[in-house]
């Protein structure tokens, strides 16, 4: 694909203006845009700039009504963070599309390529996360797509894989639960 096309119109006429390109920063797209799901296109990029390079993915929802979905995602986001959960950085939230940090690898990926002791930490980890999610009002928790940045686990999905916070969801079993999404995920090859 054409460079100039990659920085000009990537996430449309004001890419540039958007994610502060510079006329001399390099912009390189990874993967194209392409559906992730049922809720969204995504496409992972890195821009090199003359202190930084970020490595960030685009995210734009393609259900109904998109703008008020990325609402409802980033309401979920800061519910999240709020109960401490890791999420990725956000860099911008412009309509039905969000752009943020892209964590490099998939939970199961940094799990397999951990040594024991950072196993028993990820485990560790995940089952607070779910603990935690619950705790934060969510109850229809499917994790199958948590990330790592290597010692940790970052929810990257907002949608409906976590389900809709409630009030006073029953967070219990939390800590039973967690361990049996964790092993569904370990197991899964």
């Known amino acids: 694909m054409d460079q100039a096309y990659n920085k000009d119109l990537f996430l449309g006429p004001n890419t540039k203006e958007l994610l502060s ?42 259900k109904t009504c998109p703008t008020q979905v990325v609402d409802e995602w980033m309401e ?26 892209f964590i490099d690898y998939g939970f199961k990926e940094a799990y397999l390529l951990a040594n024991n002791s950072l196993k028993k930490s990820l485990e560790n980890e995940f089952i607070e996360t779910y603990e935690k999610t619950m705790a934060a009002g969510f ?12 010692k940790d686990i970052v929810l990257v999905d907002m949608g409906e894989d976590i389900g809709c916070p409630q009030l006073s969801a029953d967070d219990s079993r939390s800590h039973e639960l967690g361990i049996v999404a964790l092993r569904n995920i370990l197991r899964n090859r």
């Open 21 to 62: 390109i510079g006329d001399l920063d390099e912009l390189e797209v990874i993967h194209d845009w392409q559906q992730l799901g049922s809720e969204t296109f995504a496409s992972e990029f890195i821009i090199r700039k003359r202190r930084e390079t970020l490595h960030l993915i685009a995210k734009t929802c393609i």
């Open 76 to 101: 979920r986001r800061r519910l999240l963070e709020g109960n401490d959960v890791k999420v990725p950085g956000l860099y911008l939230r412009e309509g039905p599309t969000i752009v943020e940090e």
């Open 139 to 150: 109850s229809n928790i499917f994790l199958h797509d948590a990330r790592s940045r290597g």
